[in-house]
């Protein structure tokens, strides 16, 4: 059972450059989510899909673009990365965030220099 | 609208108590607790929803005063697996945004 499955785990790119976040759910949850975390700020909702086929934008959506491919999967992508948008990256998915709350993957730890 | 947390940091022993606080300037639909060890994703503890007052088992429990706009998050005789980084996550309406406070970091010690 992998739960949330999060590629890259560490990347380092060059300011400008774009890449793309992976991520994968197993468990035929229905919501995902990307947050970011940063030092002594706690976790923030860069962007949410409720249900495949649609996405929204959470507090922190700057800079930032999401595909829900399908029910399992749903990137992020950074178009011109900034230095500001070094942090840690977390997917989450749940089946009823109301009951169950969120189950998180591992984790990207990116840098831009 | 990110919710308040407090203390930032405790410490403690093993076997004492803590009480962790978060606190919202805004009304309260959910709140959800998580634990977050270092190097690691945060895991669900509990949620408590408006209308439900307190939560939780013998060891590790949360309440929730609607009228305070706040929840509070009991650890009894802690243990040295208490220790890490403790987040509530608040949400104002049954909506999907979940706004998560800054942490509350626990170090027991033996």
């Known amino acids: 059972n992998a739960g949330v499955t999060q590629t890259p785990k560490f990347q380092v790119l060059k300011t400008g450059q774009s890449m793309t976040l992976q991520c994968a759910q197993d468990?035929?949850?229905?919501?995902m989510y990307w947050y970011r975390q940063d030092p002594g700020m706690g976790l923030r909702l860069i962007y949410y899909s409720a249900s495949e086929g649609t996405t929204d934008k959470g507090e922190v959506p700057n800079g930032y673009n999401v595909s829900r491919l399908n029910k399992r999967e749903f990137s992020l992508r950074l178009e011109s990365a900034a230095p500001s948008q070094t942090s840690v990256y977390f997917c989450?998915?749940?089946?009823?965030?109301?009951?169950?709350?969120?189950?998180f993957g591992s984790g990207t730890r990116l840098t831009v220099v | 609208q990110q919710p308040v947390q407090s203390p930032q940091a405790v410490i403690l022993r093993e076997g004492e108590d803590a009480v962790i606080n978060c606190s919202s300037s805004?009304?309260?639909?959910?709140v959800h607790w998580y634990r977050q060890k270092h190097g690691e994703a945060p895991v669900f503890l509990m949620i408590l929803l408006k209308g439900g007052e307190q939560k939780g088992h013998e060891k590790i429990s949360a309440s929730f005063n609607e009228k305070k706009q706040q929840s509070s998050l009991y650890l009894t005789a802690s243990q040295l697996s208490y220790s890490g980084t403790y987040f509530c996550?608040?949400?104002?309406?049954?909506?999907?945004?979940?706004?998560f406070g800054a942490g509350t970091r626990l170090f027991v010690k033996a």
């Open positions: 989450a998915s749940s089946e009823d965030r109301l009951k169950y709350g969120y189950t």
């Open positions: 996550g608040t949400g104002n309406t049954g909506g999907f945004k979940t706004i």
């Open positions: 805004k009304a309260l639909y959910s």
């Open positions: 468990m035929n949850h229905n919501s």
